[in-house]
Every structure is written in structure tokens, then in C-alpha cells.
T-cell receptor, first 115, second 116 residues
Framework: ETGVTQTPRHLVMGMTNKKSLKCEQH?????MYWYKQSAKKPLELMFV???????ENNSVPSRFSPECPNSSHLFLHLHTLQPEDSALYLC??????????????FGPGTRLTVT | AQKVTQAQTEISVVEKEDVTLDCVYE???????LFWYKQPPSGELVFLIR??????QNEISGRYSWNFQKSTSSFNFTITASQVVDSAVYFC?????????????FGTGTRLTIIP
């Protein structure tokens, strides 16, 4: 595997379900990011982890819970979501979120549908 | 507050035509970075370019060129001799220097379709 991978690629869940999105980067980077991409809206940064420490939480509702066990893996735990949470969730990584956050490498995303 | 506007929601051109994607930004920072990303149908965003606000020189990379004009707060992207593989959604983005405080702000994207 190379680059940034995300699983699953598609997920349909009910509002009472609990699920997790997984992201893995094979680039030796130290920073990882979660973004939400909704139709006709700008990409929204949700969370930033730098060297496994969360450095940014962009006012994301608590029904989204990130976890970064190591620099290569990032999870987004989902519970009691709302239909408006349906979106493409993109994971990205970069060498260092503070020193050089700009050249981010993105995964293919997880298309989430909440019913 | 930062804002990026990509007024063109969708553009279609015939293959081999040139096409320019517009990007206008707003920021109070005197120093900032501008970016373009490409999102092909597969979903992942591909980094294309980063431009420092100090550097107003235009940049060319193969068929791609970028025109940065600070006076009009624009950072336009031109593809010459377009190809079907250029079909994608293109995002312009802006960031202040201190990433922790000034996160990457994206535009809404322009969907480019190249017609064979």
C-alpha cells in the first residue's frame, strides 16, 4: 500500500448506529487530518493530529470522536449521527502540522450516508 | 476572516482548448499561502501548487500555469491544450502562515469537464 488509504470507501448507517472510519498513511508523515466535504460547500477541516497529539478541533460536534493511536493511523468514531452529517470524509497527512502543514496528501475518502 | 471564492461552479470545454479557473480570496494577513488542489473522480485531493504571497511571479508547470495578482486578490489557474484526464474538481485554498490559528480555507471548487 502506498500513500493514504481509507476504509471503508462507502458507509451507510442509521442514526442510532456506531461506526468508525479508518485512515492509514504510508508516507512516514507525522501529522494527520480529518476533513468533511459536503455538496456545494467548501472543504471543512475537522481535526488535526500532530505527533499523535490533537492540535485542532474545529468546533466539531461530540458525535464525532477522533482517535490517533500512532502517527500512521487515524480513526473517526461515529455515533448518533444526523442526516446532515452525510458527506465525503477525507483524511490527509503531512510531514508536520506546524512546520509544514501545507503539502497535504489526501486519501480517497469515505462516502458516508446517514439514514 | 479568510474567504476563497470560486465563482465558476462548472466549466465544460472541448479537448485541446485552453481553460482558466478563477480564484479570488480575502484575507487580512499580509503573509499567506495560496494553493490549488485537484480532485479526480477517485476522490482524493491531489496537491498541485503552493504559492507564497511574497512571490508574485507566475508559475508554469507543463500545461499548467498560475497567475497570482495580489492587486486583485486573485490566483487563477490555466490549463492549456486540455485533455480528458484533466476532468476533475479543482479547489483553490488559502492559509495564513501560522497554521495552528489560520487553518486551510478552501473554495467550493470548480468542476471541469473536458469533452473528447
Amino acid at each position: 500500500e502506498t500513500g493514504v488509504t481509507q476504509t471503508p470507501r462507502h458507509l451507510v448507517m442509521g442514526m442510532t448506529n456506531k461506526k468508525s472510519l479508518k485512515c492509514e498513511q504510508h508516507l512516514g508523515h507525522n501529522a494527520m487530518y480529518w476533513y468533511k466535504q459536503s455538496a456545494k460547500k467548501p472543504l471543512e477541516l475537522m481535526f488535526v493530529y500532530n505527533f499523535k497529539e490533537q492540535t485542532e478541533n474545529n468546533s466539531v460536534p461530540s458525535r464525532f470522536s477522533p482517535e490517533c493511536p500512532n502517527s500512521s493511523h487515524l480513526f473517526l468514531h461515529l455515533h448518533t449521527l444526523q442526516p446532515e452529517d452525510s458527506a465525503l470524509y477525507l483524511c490527509a497527512s503531512s510531514q508536520d502540522a506546524l512546520a509544514d502543514p501545507y503539502e497535504q496528501y489526501f486519501g480517497p475518502g469515505t462516502r458516508l450516508t446517514v439514514t | 476572516a479568510q474567504k476563497v471564492t470560486q465563482a465558476q461552479t462548472e466549466i465544460s470545454v472541448v479537448e485541446k482548448e485552453d481553460v482558466t479557473l478563477d480564484c479570488v480570496y480575502e484575507t487580512r494577513d499580509t503573509t499567506y499561502y495560496l494553493f490549488w488542489y485537484k480532485q479526480p473522480p477517485s476522490g482524493e485531493l491531489v496537491f498541485l501548487i503552493r504559492r507564497n504571497s511574497f512571490d508574485e511571479q507566475n508559475e508554469i508547470s507543463g500545461r499548467y500555469s498560475w497567475n497570482f495578482q495580489k492587486s486583485t486578490s486573485s490566483f487563477n489557474f490555466t490549463i492549456t491544450a486540455s485533455q480528458v484526464v484533466d476532468s476533475a474538481v479543482y479547489f483553490c485554498a488559502l492559509s495564513g502562515i501560522n497554521f495552528g490559528n489560520e487553518k486551510l480555507t478552501f473554495g467550493t471548487g470548480t468542476r471541469l469537464t473536458i469533452i473528447p
